[in-house]
């Protein structure tokens, strides 16, 4: 059993031990942040938190070649920025970015004639 000390601090000492405590905190988030976020290839169940899918899912899409994935034995990885890239290639446009790319294909075709 831990033993237990009483004593007094002041609220500087307190002030101080308690931002200690929170620093030593947001540095052990900070650098699991970091890890991730430089991380380049995944496994399965990173991939299936990076992109929200359950690994049923996942393992449907590599199936049918739906996804970009890599294969090694029995094991599965994919690359972050080819998640990524696939992730925006099936962005839809909004009507805002419709509009302007009309406006000009209008401006072109105009030129032309």
């Known amino acids: 059993m831990n033993n237990l000390f009483l004593t007094s601090i002041n609220r500087t000492e ?32 990173e991939t299936c938190e990076f992109l929200h899918l359950s690994k049923p899912t996942l393992y449907a ?30 962005k839809k446009k909004t009507a805002s970015e419709i509009a302007s790319e009309l406006d000009d294909l209008i401006a072109r075709t105009h030129k032309t004639f």
């Open 14 to 45: 307190l002030e101080d031990m308690m931002e200690n405590c929170v620093r030593r905190v947001l540095d052990e988030m900070k650098t699991e942040e970091t890890r991730a976020a430089t991380k380049e290839v995944f496994n399965l169940s």
């Open 61 to 90: 899409m590599t199936s049918k070649n739906l996804i970009p994935h890599y294969k090694r034995g029995k094991k599965l990885y994919f690359k972050k920025t080819e998640l990524t890239n696939w992730l925006n290639e099936g």
